[in-house]
């Protein structure tokens, strides 16, 4: 008797463990999938730069109508993509990225794309400072140079990440 529930319980745990590792390598396919996270020793102690990663492009054309379909979270910060719109191309030549605040610590983000109006998802939640420009593929998240006095943590470091365009 003893065997049917361990031999279940195994089961659940075996299965909850795909879904988990499953759900984990699906959020950063599918939306995680157009930042290139660069990480380690920079060469030379050599820290990326915007210039480092200039876009080639500068959008001048009409701006494509926004798929609020093409990201789960579109349509709830619509007013949030309407601001960013309204001010202009704003990172990677041809992408607007809206921020809001999502509490103490926390903004949160999207990517609109200009040409087509695909939505995408920041790589992360930004809790110290976010870095972008117009011209340039980088972004740099916990840019804020009081970053660990505001957290009064050590362990807040500076994120880089470059926006690879298909």
């Known amino acids: 008797m003893k065997k049917i529930p361990t031999l279940l319980g195994i ?3 075996i299965a909850w463990s795909i879904i988990a590792v499953g759900g984990a390598i699906a959020y950063q396919y599918f939306w995680v ?7 380690g ?11 480092d990663y200039l876009s080639p492009e500068k959008f001048t054309g009409e701006i494509a109508p926004i798929d609020y379909f ?7 910060f619509r007013g949030q993509i309407k601001k960013a719109i309204e001010k202009g191309v ?9 921020l809001w605040n999502c509490g103490k610590n926390c903004e949160k983000g999207l990517v609109m794309d200009a040409t ?6 920041l790589p992360e939640i930004v809790p110290c400072g976010i870095d972008f420009r117009a011209d340039s593929n980088l972004l740099i998240i916990n840019s804020d140079k009081d970053c660990v006095k505001n957290l009064k943590s050590t362990s807040v470091k500076k994120r880089y ?5 298909n």
């Open 11 to 13: 089961v659940i745990i």
């Open 33 to 39: 999938e157009k930042f290139l996270k660069i990480e």
């Open 41 to 51: 020793n920079f060469i030379a102690n050599k820290v990326p730069t915007f210039g």
């Open 70 to 76: 093409s990201n789960e979270n579109a349509r709830e």
């Open 90 to 98: 704003n990172f990677a030549g041809s992408y607007f990225l809206a």
């Open 116 to 121: 087509n109006g695909k939505v995408y998802n």
């Open 161 to 165: 990440f470059v926006w690879e365009k």
